[in-house]
């Protein structure tokens, strides 16, 4: 059994994107699975293929192979090898160890937190292979979990669910990053647990000191309580009572009783204390993707520039913004011509101290642009 695709989805492959939507696939078979993609009599690539969803055909290899499960594993088995160094250096520390499309995994996550792993597959045809995901990561961790409820499942056709697949998975693991440590809880926080792929942009703020500082869409606090170790006052921003509850208790597991919690609506909290004359020496927005989609960027836009605007007029000179996006719609051009005009509205200038984005266990592959999302930068307000 083959997959045909019409000259477009033919043009993407040879591109080496690994997409193809439904709408550029011929024919193919009726059952989601691993399959070999044709254009013609012409062979392009092995693909997870789902004949129910837009995102039909996700390829994994380029070349053939006679074990098409075989030649997936292997990218698995790449992939482990590639954070193996970081893994051994830093067991109690937190990785992304598979990153989908990014390591020739499409639909596959696997994030690592002091030796526990948390799988999530949204693609149909990994759902069989969870058992063998779950043997190659046996030689790195205690224990796997499968945290299998992303909505996106259920575009696949696939149950929502949260089960172990190895080992005894504890509720909550403690998580060294730098001088910091943080809990993450594996079955119920979000996403995987914790927020990875910022994990070196935050190690990066121990490097500033000042007097106050405000950590905005904090969640459970990464940034705050990094830079609660050189501000004498930081405060963490959030609209969910439960995050912060949690920025809490990494406050107090580090010993800071300089990290206080905020509950509110990020763009009236930065009006006010606008109004109010507050200053800060710095301020981090981590925010939420504003764009999910392409339909999503002019109004994300205005959301991003909105609350970099305010960000930075609570800045004293001299202060430092950190701001970040995390919507791939939203693209590195756009996302620094946003910032440019809210200084220009702010009637500030600033200077760009670093640019910034992914870690190296979040890898971006340059022929499928939509693996490079993360945009974080650092400005200086003159």
């Not at 830079?227 to 920025?247: H, K, M, N």
């Not at 007029?313 to 620094?336: D, R, V």
């Not at 702010?346 to 945009?375: I, M, S, W």
Request: charged residues 25%; contains cysteine; aromatic residues 10%.
């Amino acid at each position: 059994m083959r997959i045909q695709v019409n000259a477009k989805g033919a043009a993407r492959l040879l591109s080496r994107h690994l997409w193809v939507f439904r709408r550029d696939v011929v024919s193919g078979p009726e059952i989601p699975g691993l399959y070999p993609v044709y254009w013609g009599r012409r062979f392009l690539a092995l693909a997870l293929y789902n004949p129910h969803t837009d995102l039909a055909v996700r390829a994994y290899r380029f070349g053939p192979a006679e074990d098409p499960v075989a030649a997936l594993l292997e990218n698995l088995a790449q992939a482990l090898a590639r954070r193996e160094a970081a893994l051994h250096q830093d067991p109690e520390g937190g990785y992304r160890l598979v990153h989908a499309e990014g390591d020739l995994l499409p639909g596959l996550v696997v994030d690592y937190y002091a030796g526990h792993a948390v799988v999530q597959a949204t693609a149909h045809a990994w759902e069989g292979l969870l058992p063998q995901v779950a043997e190659a990561l046996r030689p790195y961790v205690q224990s796997v979990l499968a945290k299998n409820d992303a909505r996106a499942r259920e575009l696949e056709g696939l149950p929502l669910y949260v089960r172990p697949l190895l080992g005894e998975v504890p509720e909550r693991v403690q998580v060294q990053e730098g001088r910091v440590r943080y809990l993450v809880d594996l079955k119920a926080g979000q996403k995987t647990g914790a927020y990875l792929d910022q994990r070196e942009n935050r190690l990066y703020m121990e490097r500033f000191r000042g007097e106050r500082a405000l950590d905005v869409f904090s969640y459970a606090g990464g940034f705050a309580l990094h830079l609660a170790l050189g501000f004498r006052e930081v405060v963490a921003v959030d609209s969910s009572a439960e995050a912060l509850r949690r920025a809490e208790e990494n406050a107090r597991l580090n010993g800071l009783g300089n990290l206080r919690v905020l509950e509110a609506n990020a763009f009236d909290l930065l009006r006010r204390l606008e109004r109010e004359g507050e200053r800060f020496d710095l301020v981090v927005l981590d925010p939420p993707a504003f764009a999910k989609g392409k339909k999503d960027v002019e109004r994300a836009y205005r959301a991003y520039k909105e609350v970099n605007l305010r960000a930075i007029k609570l800045l004293k000179e001299g202060g430092i913004l950190a701001t970040a996006s995390c919507s791939y719609h939203m693209t590195e051009p756009l996302f620094y011509a946003m910032v440019a005009e809210a200084a220009q509205d702010a009637h500030r200038l600033l200077r760009v101290v670093e640019k910034r984005g992914q870690p190296f266990d979040h890898p971006v592959l340059l022929n499928h642009p939509e693996t490079h999302y993360l945009k974080f930068a650092v400005f200086q307000v003159l």
